[in-house]
């Protein structure tokens, strides 16, 4: 028997919910009872031009179809986004959980992408998280509670063709979310990253109709929820998402190699040599590979460099644990 996950009297406030995934969690989290901030600049795909209706259809239908509490905010995240949460103060007095979601495409092959294309897509998205996420901080910590969720991109973890910009914007993300996991530890501000595939304008003229079929928005909110709700532990995360998939993705650091402080060693010859062992991802007996997720984690390597004899034939030793 599983318990009902409420959200009641929870302030959230979710960016680019007009459409597309933030839609999903803004009427997910009303039906569970949150007061909602539908924030949505209203524009195109590219970024251009702005309509207050896609945020008020939203939250009409919260009101109308759910009974729900919501309004509607038409900032741009990247422009005013500190006035977003301020609309949430305004009218229910906190703020408790941030999607970070708002998002622009202006794919174009790298040799042909001008400065303002990168620039564009890196503030609505990067910047964008930033205004909010610092406007909300201070609210966060002194009543000891935040969740926020960072979305960033498959695209952003791996590279895609054509999203140069997205992709640096999307890894952005997640090095800003791990940032402030850490920083917000302390205070119950637990901060995750996503990296989704949904169906929406982003995707529908860029994916198969059979793949799309599969890839209903809905099927990414519910993650996001149980990563936000107050009995939630997981914080400094990234998960992957897509047609009913959930899974984790982290960093893997290969067994590697450690050089013995020896004048033959610290050469690019030293390096050529041992380059199978450098890139070794298979775990050894006295050489495992690591999932490290601060930068603290650097610490058992660096002991173990300082601790092998000086001298060795061979320029280089094995890690042993
Ligand atoms: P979408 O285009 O339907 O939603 C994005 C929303 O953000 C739009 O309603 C748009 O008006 C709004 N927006 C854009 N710029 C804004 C700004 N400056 N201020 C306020 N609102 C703004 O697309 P979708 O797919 O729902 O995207 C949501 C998020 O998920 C984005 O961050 C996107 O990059 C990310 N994502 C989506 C994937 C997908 O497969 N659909 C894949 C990976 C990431």
Redesign the pocket.
């Known amino acids: 028997s599983s318990q009902q996950l409420s959200f009641k009297d929870q302030v959230v406030v979710v960016?680019?919910?007009?459409?597309?995934?933030?839609?999903v969690y803004a009427l997910e989290y009303a039906k569970r009872g949150a007061k909602v901030v539908v924030?949505?600049?209203?524009?195109?795909?590219g970024?251009s031009g702005q309509n207050s209706k896609?945020a008020d259809v939203v939250v009409d239908e919260i009101k109308s179809k759910y009974n729900g509490t919501a309004v509607a905010n038409y900032?741009?995240?990247?422009?005013n986004g500190a006035n977003?949460i301020k609309t949430a103060i305004d009218n229910f007095g906190k703020i408790d959980i941030l999607i970070?979601?708002?998002?622009?495409?202006r794919d174009v092959s790298f040799n042909k992408m001008s400065e303002k294309e990168f620039q564009a897509v890196i503030?609505?998205?990067l910047n964008?998280a930033f205004q909010l996420t610092h406007a909300a901080w201070p609210y966060m910590k002194a009543q000891k509670f935040g969740r926020i969720i960072n979305?960033?991109?498959?695209?952003g973890l791996f590279g895609n063709f054509g999203q140069a910009n997205?992709s640096a914007a999307?890894l952005g993300l997640v090095g800003l979310a791990e940032t402030l996991a850490k920083e917000g530890f302390k205070y119950n501000i637990l901060v995750n990253s996503i990296?989704?595939?949904?169906?929406?304008?982003?995707?529908e003229n860029v994916l198969p109709p059979h793949i799309l079929k599969q890839?209903g928005?809905e099927k990414i909110a519910p993650l996001v929820l149980f990563l936000t709700h107050h009995s939630t532990k997981v914080t400094n995360s990234i998960f992957e998402l897509?047609a009913g998939f959930y899974g984790q993705i982290r960093w893997e650091r290969s067994s590697g190699q450690i050089f013995n402080p020896n004048v033959n060693s610290f050469t690019p010859e030293a390096i050529l040599n041992k380059w199978d062992a450098i890139t070794d991802f298979n775990d050894k007996p006295f050489n495992k590979t690591q999932h490290p997720n601060q930068l603290s984690d650097y610490n058992d390597l660096i002991t173990k460099a300082k601790k092998l004899p000086e001298k060795n034939e061979q320029g280089s030793v094995k890690v042993e644990s």
């Open positions: 960016t680019g919910a007009g459409g597309g995934l933030g839609k924030n949505d600049l209203g524009g195109t795909l970024g896609a900032d741009s995240v990247n422009e977003i970070n979601n708002a998002g622009i495409l503030d609505v998205h964008g979305t960033a991109s498959p695209a997205y999307k990296a989704p595939l949904a169906r929406s304008r982003m995707t890839l928005p897509a």
